[in-house]
């Protein structure tokens, strides 16, 4: 297993918060998630890490949910287009299209997913990077972020039920959007990552 694999999947049994500060969590029925940050002094903006739990998701479904990017248009209401461009094995290079609220533009990305199954026990890890190895040409009035990651590791829980999630994420939306708005808008956006992937799951038809 590589370094970069084990970076991430290390944080399911023995989280990493150092340089990192407590921000939030948030549960409900099902799901949890607690949610530290650090400031980047070069861009103004924060990166998260997430360690929680899908206590009724297992963790096929939750792979899968998180992996189908057709199933992503269907309840991701943000999402104006996604697909795969190139594929390799267990690397794809994927187009992303986010609708943003007006009057601000939208965004897309371009960036390199790399997934990894890990046995005894059983693990998923799913590495998100911009990447600029493929020309996409830009569309108007569409701004392209070219700061990005999100990386999530997910692994059976103790009951062998449920489902224990890791996650690491930075977005750099750029533009002209002042840092304050970012960061105020991932307030709400990270923590609701957990509630909105916990009802996707639950309504995945395998």
Request: net charge neutral.
């Given at each position: 297993m590589s370094d970069e694999f084990t970076e991430y999947l290390t944080e399911l049994e023995?989280?990493?918060?150092?340089?990192?500060?407590?921000?939030?969590?948030?549960?409900?029925?099902?799901?949890?998630?607690?949610?530290?940050?650090?400031?980047?002094?070069?861009?103004?903006?924060?990166?998260?890490?997430?360690?929680?739990?899908?206590?009724?998701?297992?963790?096929?479904?939750?792979?899968?949910?998180?992996?189908?990017?057709?199933?992503?248009?269907?309840?991701?209401?943000?999402?104006?287009?996604?697909?795969?461009?190139?594929?390799?094995?267990?690397?794809?290079?994927?187009?992303?299209?986010?609708?943003?609220?007006?009057p601000m533009s939208?965004?897309?990305?371009?960036?390199?997913?790399?997934?990894?199954?890990?046995?005894?026990?059983?693990?998923?890890?799913?590495?998100?990077?911009s990447d600029t190895s493929e020309s996409v040409d830009a569309v108007k009035s569409v701004v392209r972020v070219d700061q990005y990651e999100q990386t999530i590791a997910f692994q059976r829980n103790e009951s062998g039920t449920g489902t224990k999630v890791f996650m690491y994420y930075f977005d750099n939306p750029g533009g002209s959007l002042p840092t304050w708005v970012i960061n105020w808008g991932a307030k709400t956006g990270v923590p609701q990552f957990m509630t909105t992937l916990k009802n996707a799951c639950e309504k995945y038809e395998q």
């Open positions: 023995t989280p990493n918060t150092e340089g990192y500060d407590f921000f939030t969590r948030n549960e409900g029925t099902g799901y949890n998630l607690e949610i530290f940050r650090q400031f980047n002094k070069e861009t103004g903006l924060y990166r998260y890490k997430g360690y929680g739990e899908l206590t009724t998701v297992d963790l096929e479904t939750a792979k899968k949910v998180y992996c189908d990017l057709d199933y992503r248009k269907k309840w991701d209401s943000y999402c104006n287009d996604l697909r795969v461009l190139t594929e390799n094995d267990e690397r794809q290079i994927i187009y992303w299209r986010v609708a943003y609220p007006w939208h965004r897309d990305y371009v960036f390199l997913r790399k997934t990894k199954l890990i046995s005894e026990p059983d693990r998923w890890c799913i590495i998100g990077k």
